[in-house]
């Protein structure tokens, strides 16, 4: 593991994977911007509210990329770590015992990035 964390060296290693597939695709990827723009703008719900529910159907998913985005932007959102761990108890209601392995690997993810913005201000 390099001087980040773990899951900041997951994004670390995806970004120049996406950065060659929007290359050969920029339409989806830029229609995929669009869509996550309109999905995390704040309405009834706000911003922090709809990350952590992507970071829970990231847990379901099983997707550490998911985790590691959205566990991060639910930080920069002002998500605490109870909100963060009740968001991943739904997801293990919901998925049962495999959402225990990435609801715990969620929760490191978003400590790790809490701790991070923490040694920032």
């Known amino acids: 593991m390099s001087e980040h964390g773990h899951y900041q060296d997951v994004l670390n290693d995806l ?41 829970a159907i990231g847990v379901v998913a099983g997707c550490d990329g998911c985790i590691a985005s959205h566990a991060q932007a639910a930080v920069r959102a002002g998500a605490s770590r109870q909100e963060a761990a009740e968001a991943i108890g739904v997801s293990i209601l919901m998925h049962g015992g495999p959402a225990t392995i990435y609801g715990a690997r969620a ?14 201000e």
């Not at 339409?27 to 703008?41: I, L």
């Not at 929760?107 to 920032?120: N, Q, R």
């Open 107 to 120: 929760f490191d993810a978003f400590c790790e990035f809490a701790d991070a913005a923490a040694d920032t």
């Open 15 to 55: 970004n120049p994977q996406h950065r060659a597939l929007r290359k050969m695709i920029p339409d989806v990827y830029r229609g995929f911007a669009e869509m996550s723009n309109g999905a995390f703008a704040s309405g009834a719900l706000d911003k922090k509210f709809k990350e952590l529910i992507a970071l």
